[in-house]
């Protein structure tokens, strides 16, 4: 499995943005595709975004088409989602993960990381 560490959550206003990043320590994932995930009080986890390996291929969730983009930097062995236009409904756990196809189903993923909060206030 590869290891995923998420970073970059918090305390936003609504309308603001922010940028989280998921790295893998030690660990190359340039042939893995990624995605991103988030899990609300409550609720069930959701899709977020999903970018390919070789990030041309990227699937975004209907709620945030338009707000948040995701790309990443194989170099860097980091993925990144970028959260613009932030609203009080996109308040989760965010987690990144790994796996070998880019999809929407969590279940195409093999490998997650810890989650890291993201708090909108209205």
């Known amino acids: 499995q590869v290891q995923l560490a998420e970073t970059g959550g918090g305390l936003v206003q609504a309308g603001g943005s922010l940028r989280l990043s998921c790295a893998a320590p030690?660990?190359?994932?340039?042939?893995?595709?990624r995605g991103w995930f988030r899990q609300a009080p409550g609720k069930e986890r959701e899709f977020v975004a999903a970018?390919?390996?070789?990030?041309?291929?990227?699937y975004y969730a209907d709620p945030v088409k338009g707000r948040f983009t995701i790309s990443r930097d194989n170099a860097k062995n980091t993925v990144y989602l970028q959260m613009n236009s932030l609203k009080s409904e996109d308040t989760a756990v965010y987690y990144c993960?790994?796996?070998?196809?880019?999809?929407?189903?969590?279940?195409?993923?093999?490998?997650w990381g810890q989650g890291t909060q993201v708090t909108v206030s209205s």
């Open positions: 993960a790994a796996g070998p196809r880019v999809a929407t189903s969590g279940a195409e993923y093999t490998s």
């Open positions: 030690g660990r190359t994932f340039s042939t893995h595709a």
């Open positions: 970018v390919s390996w070789g990030g041309a291929i990227t």
